[in-house]
């Protein structure tokens, strides 16, 4: 009998020891963090409860695992063939992002980023004593595309040794094509350039578009980056404190795993192993049934935006439960946008300006189920009503 997921079932989150609800008062609906609003999968929480029943929790041996589940899931969802020992665990995909800038680069190197990013990348470089690249992202006719001219420039700079590389793309919603991937790769090649690729939001990729992992481009390629996994995002498992980066070429795994010990970040947590092998032997159902669920539910904001707030634009996703906003036309000054809506909508959204290249932008999450989506929806309603649009 086939397993099905209900994901529009509503839970009250409030009152327990969930970040994205204990930041804001409980008036407030929560859509600012990357995180979905849906119980996990059935074969996850039947897989933790067996291991809670051993009733002994103590140090998690490595074991091949963590590799051969990774092997399955990439195998099995994106057609990459892998080796086991090319997954090493790490407690998340930002940790492996900082402890790549550590084991690939050195202080005063530059790292490159395309923005509007993922907030955390710029963190991390900031934090590291490199120095911060940026590639900005061109928005042309409602979709966000590549300067590839000003990418070859950055690229080109001896100091440039690291590109952090986030696909599918989070906040602008890309699901990079074989061609842009292709070209990113030959100028990282012909540059010398090695590339961490975050393809967190792999899974979550919609009907019309397919993700190619980056390793898939070519064999070169592949012996020249890193990719981090985690079912973190597709499977609402945050808190579990497990992902993998995958490593084809051995040198640089040994020094990433160099980085890991250095940071006393090796040893494996108990649960979180065990949700991560479920997730990847047995989750697919989940996954197909959730991709439709999310999408279904971008269209419905797309559709709303349209007919009543016309003023606040929806970047067209091609992935991810993340939506991007163009809120310029409200007439509110960028950095009150976030603080407007939260006041008079009760909606907490991430400001884009922390993404950078994003002022006047939002950050949306609409892994939610539908009915409190449209609860959002008309709260937004009612807050730009109160606007001077004239």
């Given at each position: 009998?086939?397993?099905?997921?209900?994901?529009?079932?509503?839970?009250?989150?409030?009152?327990?020891?969930?970040?994205?609800?204990?930041?804001?008062?409980?008036?407030?609906?929560?859509?600012?963090?990357?995180?979905?609003?849906?119980?996990?999968?059935?074969?996850?929480?039947?897989?933790?409860?067996?291991?809670?029943?051993?009733?002994?929790?103590?140090?998690?041996?490595?074991?091949?695992?963590?590799?051969?589940?990774?092997?399955?899931?990439?195998?099995?969802?994106?057609?990459?063939?892998?080796?086991?020992?090319?997954?090493?665990?790490?407690?998340?995909?930002?940790?492996?992002?900082?402890?790549?800038?550590?084991?690939?680069?050195?202080?005063?190197?530059?790292?490159?980023?395309?923005?509007?990013?993922?907030?955390?990348?710029?963190?991390?470089?900031?934090?590291?004593?490199?120095?911060?690249?940026?590639?900005?992202?061109?928005?042309?006719?409602?979709?966000?595309?590549?300067?590839?001219?000003?990418?070859?420039?950055?690229?080109?700079?001896?100091?440039?040794?690291?590109?952090?590389?986030?696909?599918?793309?989070?906040?602008?919603?890309?699901?990079?094509?074989?061609?842009?991937?292709?070209?990113?790769?030959?100028?990282?090649?012909?540059?010398?350039?090695?590339?961490?690729?975050?393809?967190?939001?792999?899974?979550?990729?919609?009907?019309?578009?397919?993700?190619?992992?980056?390793?898939?481009?070519?064999?070169?390629?592949?012996?020249?980056?890193?990719?981090?996994?985690?079912?973190?995002?597709?499977?609402n498992l945050a808190?579990?404190?497990?992902?993998?980066?995958?490593?084809?070429?051995?040198?640089?795994?040994?020094?990433?795993?160099?980085?890991?010990?250095?940071?006393?970040?090796i040893d494996r947590p108990v649960?979180?192993?065990?949700?991560?092998?479920?997730?990847?032997?047995?989750?697919?159902?989940?996954?197909?049934?959730?991709?439709?669920?999310?999408?279904?539910?971008?269209?419905?904001?797309?559709?709303?935006?349209?007919?009543?707030?016309?003023?606040?634009?929806?970047?067209?996703?091609?992935?991810?439960?993340?939506?991007?906003?163009?809120?310029?036309?409200?007439?509110?000054?960028?950095?009150?946008?976030?603080?407007?809506?939260?006041?008079?909508?009760?909606?907490?959204?991430?400001?884009?300006?922390?993404?950078?290249?994003?002022?006047?932008?939002?950050?949306?999450?609409?892994?939610?189920?539908?009915?409190?989506?449209?609860?959002?929806?008309?709260?937004?309603?009612?807050?730009?009503?109160?606007?001077?649009?004239?």
């Open positions: 009998m086939a397993l099905t997921h209900n994901f529009s079932v509503q839970y009250d989150r409030r009152h327990t020891d969930s970040q994205m609800y204990s930041l804001y008062p409980e008036d407030v609906l929560p859509m600012h963090l990357a995180e979905t609003n849906f119980q996990t999968a059935q074969p996850i929480m039947d897989a933790l409860a067996s291991r809670v029943n051993q009733g002994m929790f103590g140090y998690v041996a490595e074991s091949a695992e963590l590799g051969l589940a990774v092997q399955h899931w990439m195998a099995s969802r994106f057609e990459l063939p892998i080796e086991p020992e090319w997954a090493q665990y790490s407690p998340s995909v930002g940790s492996s992002l900082v402890f790549a800038v550590q084991a690939f680069t050195q202080p005063g190197d530059r790292v490159l980023i395309q923005t509007p990013v993922y907030h955390a990348f710029h963190s991390l470089i900031d934090n590291s004593g490199r120095m911060k690249a940026e590639n900005k992202l061109i928005l042309r006719n409602g979709r966000y595309e590549i300067d590839f001219e000003d990418l070859e420039r950055q690229l080109s700079n001896p100091r440039t040794k690291l590109m952090l590389l986030c696909n599918p793309h989070n906040p602008v919603g890309r699901c990079w094509t074989k061609e842009e991937l292709t070209r990113m790769a030959e100028l990282c090649l012909r540059h010398h350039v090695f590339v961490v690729s975050d393809e967190v939001h792999a899974d979550l990729v919609y009907e019309a578009f397919t993700h190619i992992p980056l390793p898939a481009i070519s064999e070169e390629i592949a012996q020249h980056c890193m990719v981090t996994v985690n079912p973190s995002k597709t499977f808190g579990m404190r497990s992902s993998a980066a995958i490593i084809p070429n051995e040198r640089r795994r040994e020094a990433f795993r160099v980085a890991l010990i250095n940071n006393k970040a649960f979180g192993m065990v949700a991560l092998e479920a997730a990847y032997r047995h989750g697919g159902y989940y996954v197909d049934q959730l991709v439709p669920y999310i999408e279904e539910n971008a269209k419905l904001v797309g559709e709303f935006l349209r007919e009543h707030i016309p003023q606040l634009e929806l970047i067209q996703p091609e992935a991810t439960y993340l939506l991007w906003l163009d809120a310029r036309k409200l007439g509110l000054p960028p950095d009150q946008l976030a603080p407007y809506f939260l006041r008079e909508a009760k909606v907490a959204f991430r400001d884009g300006a922390s993404c950078g290249n994003g002022e006047g932008f939002l950050r949306m999450s609409i892994g939610f189920p539908r009915a409190v989506l449209e609860q959002a929806l008309h709260q937004m309603k009612q807050a730009v009503s109160k606007l001077d649009l004239n």
